[in-house]
Every structure is written in structure tokens, then in C-alpha cells.
């Protein structure tokens, strides 16, 4: 089952991550603003992936002396997806 999010980030350049998951696979991930490049590489690297092991891998990335980054933020876009798929499912 599919599940597209909208969430807006908090303590980045990027405003907005739009996520669709389908199960527990990414399907697409679409950043508004940010660095266009290293977003839009963000996006292509983490679609297709699992979305555990995505989470895993980018929560807690930090960006200069801030204490989050767009990767962070993808994490918990990810997070709320799921969440609120298996509520969908419950």
C-alpha cells in the first residue's frame, strides 16, 4: 500500500520533503529547496531503498554546527510515512 507524505522541515535550507513509500520501500522522495544538487542526489541515492535501513542510515546526519540536515529531516519525513501507513493498516 502507498503512502505519500508532505513534511516540513525544521533547521534546514530545505522547506519541504514530499515522500511517497509504497510497504517499506521509498518510492519517491522530493525535496523544496535546499542545495538542488545534493538534494536531488539525496533523492535519486534513497529511492528504491528500504525505508528501515534509509532511516538508519541518515538519521542524525548533522550539517555544519547545526544540529540537523536535510538527510536528518528526510529521516523523520520517512518516519511519519511509515507511522501513519501502519495506522492506515491497523
Do not use: H, W
Amino acid at each position: 500500500m502507498k503512502k505519500t507524505v508532505n513534511y516540513m522541515t525544521k533547521g534546514t535550507c530545505s522547506r519541504e520533503i514530499r515522500v511517497t513509500i509504497d510497504g517499506d520501500i521509498i518510492e519517491k522522495v522530493e525535496f523544496v529547496g535546499g542545495c538542488n544538487g545534493n538534494t536531488k542526489g539525496i533523492a535519486k541515492l534513497v529511492e528504491g531503498q528500504n525505508i528501515d535501513d534509509t532511516i538508519r542510515r541518515v538519521r542524525g546526519v548533522t550539517c555544519g554546527m547545526k544540529s540537523t540536515s536535510c538527510p536528518d529531516q528526510l529521516a523523520l519525513a520517512l518516519e511519519k510515512a511509515k507511522a501513519e501507513l501502519e495506522k492506515e493498516n491497523a
